[in-house]
């Protein structure tokens, strides 16, 4: 298993708005093998969002360097930046994103086309769950359908690495854990890199690695043996 598939090495993330600097994080170093669920956990302003906006490419560090299967992405002009969110990344956020114009199947089919070597849109909503919704629209989709809508729209560009933020903050309990169980199935049959930031620390069960954060800083890293599946977890 390559343990440095995802690498941060001393990351700092200074905000500056006028004379005012915010330091949003101090430090920062850890890695995430290939094919790992890992949980970066923490409460609200602990950094978790922008580790995940800096390592998806959608923000970029002060200071120190990160690697994704080799690359160093840390060094990236803004053309590669964007060739690596749209073929390598996938992402899932807490309020979908989904093009509210654009059926189902229109969503998936608009971010497949995007990757390098995409799966089946239609396909990949079967595997959701979705093969009777594919020609609704959003608003004709409940939360826990329109985020799994979200989750086939980045696993259909067969992304590397994928990236949640907060993907059942929206949801209720049962669906909230139908969800999880779609995104640790997917780790497993794709070897696909997961990572999801939350302040729901039961999920660290489910995570290959847990990652806690506090004020900006890395507390802890944890490689776990044994993982729980979704189906045990309670909280």
């Given at each position: 298993?390559?343990?440095?598939?995802?690498?941060?090495?001393?990351?700092?993330?200074?905000?500056r708005t006028g004379e005012i600097e915010?330091?949003?994080?101090?430090?920062v170093s850890f890695s995430v093998a290939r094919g790992e669920i890992c949980i970066i956990v923490g409460?609200?302003?602990?950094?978790?969002?922008t580790l995940l906006n800096i390592l998806g490419g959608m923000d970029s560090l002060?200071?120190?360097?990160?690697t994704v299967d080799g690359e160093e992405i840390s060094s990236y002009d803004a053309k590669r930046l964007t060739a690596y969110r749209r073929s390598d990344v996938g992402f899932v956020f807490q309020f979908y994103n989904l093009i509210p114009n654009l059926?189902?199947?229109?969503?998936?089919?608009i971010s497949a086309k995007r990757g390098r070597e995409p799966l089946d849109a239609a396909e990949t909503l079967r595997r959701v769950g979705l093969g009777e919704r594919m020609s609704n629209f959003p608003a004709q989709l409940s939360g826990g359908e329109q985020q799994r809508v979200a989750i086939a729209?980045?696993?259909?560009?067969?992304?590397?690495?994928?990236?949640?933020?907060?993907?059942?903050?929206?949801?209720?309990?049962?669906?909230?854990?139908?969800?999880?169980?779609?995104?640790?199935?997917?780790?497993?049959?794709?070897g696909m890199t997961v990572i999801i930031i939350t302040h729901n620390k039961?999920?660290?069960?489910?995570?290959?690695?847990?990652?806690?954060?506090?004020?900006?800083?890395?507390?802890?890293?944890?490689?776990?043996t044994q993982v729980t599946s979704v189906e045990e977890l309670e909280w």
């Open positions: 298993m390559n343990e440095d598939f995802i690498r941060f090495e001393n990351v700092k993330k200074i905000y915010l330091t949003a994080l101090h430090d409460e609200s302003g602990a950094g978790k969002t002060s200071e120190g360097r990160i059926t189902a199947l229109e969503n998936v089919e729209r980045a696993l259909a560009k067969n992304p590397k690495l994928l990236l949640c933020d907060e993907p059942t903050g929206a949801l209720d309990y049962r669906t909230g854990k139908a969800i999880l169980k779609l995104l640790q199935d997917s780790c497993r049959e794709k039961a999920l660290c069960a489910m995570a290959d690695r847990v990652i806690r954060v506090k004020s900006g800083s890395i507390l802890s890293e944890e490689r776990q």
